[in-house]
């Protein structure tokens, strides 16, 4: 069975401390692997597509990357403003409707 | 542009009624969906659209039914509500299945009591 895995489910760091959240995807031939930002009370906001092992992306702090069987969201000297839920999602090969499957997010909270 | 709409962003249902929430795209997207997401458990995908008049089943379906007559409007009907429909609604819209990251409207939090 397809399936998207987030980790951790939670995460506090202080203001300038880097870290990683993890995406583990189990899907037959992935056709891309999406990360979106959700801010409490708002609709997902779309960051980063990956189509390939190796790719990497960047978009100020962040830097979306991928491997056969995960991505890594690395998030470098975060601010209070990067505090919001992240989204892993991935499209199968199977799939020509363009649907996802999503993850349960990662809440990250960026304390000043 | 405005992207993505969505009415009402608040709704209070009472068990058995119906109602139908809107979403309007002014991208000139074909394909759009409709999202589910509950406390902790990511996005379900309910119905989805490959353009105007087709439409199809996603994972979670059930007490739903939906319509695609042009290619901006894509409404969600429920009918009969149930408590199980407790949650935030999100719509949302891509070009293609090229370049198909997903643009999503502000949502609709629906509580059925």
């Known amino acids: 069975e397809d399936q998207v895995t987030q980790s951790p489910e939670a995460l506090r760091l202080q203001e300038g401390e880097s870290s990683s959240l993890n995406c583990s995807y189990t899907?037959?031939?992935?056709?891309?692997l999406f990360w979106y930002r959700q801010d409490p009370g708002k609709g997902p906001e779309f960051l980063f597509t990956l189509y390939s092992a190796g790719e990497e992306k960047e978009k100020e702090r962040l830097k979306a990357t991928l491997t056969k069987k995960e991505s890594f969201l690395h998030i470098t000297a975060p601010k209070p403003e990067d505090s919001a839920t992240y989204l892993c999602?991935?499209?199968?090969?199977?799939?020509?409707?363009?649907?996802?499957?999503f993850g349960q997010g990662t809440t990250l909270q960026v304390k000043p | 542009n405005a992207g993505v709409t969505q009415t009402p962003k608040f709704r209070i249902l009472k068990i058995g009624q119906s109602m139908t929430l809107q979403c309007t795209q002014d991208m000139n997207h074909n394909y759009m969906y409709w999202y589910r997401q509950d406390p902790g458990m990511g996005l379900k995908l309910i119905y989805y659209s490959v353009g105007a008049g087709i439409t199809d089943k996603g994972e979670v379906p059930n007490g739903y039914n939906v319509s695609r007559s042009t290619t901006e409007d894509f409404p969600l009907r429920l009918e009969l509500a149930a408590p199980s429909q407790t949650s935030v609604y999100f719509c949302a819209s891509s070009l293609d299945i090229i370049a198909y990251e997903q643009y999503f409207g502000p949502g609709t939090r629906l509580t059925v009591t």
């Open positions: 999602a991935a499209s199968h090969g199977s799939s020509n409707t363009g649907k996802l499957i």
């Open positions: 899907v037959s031939g992935l056709r891309g």
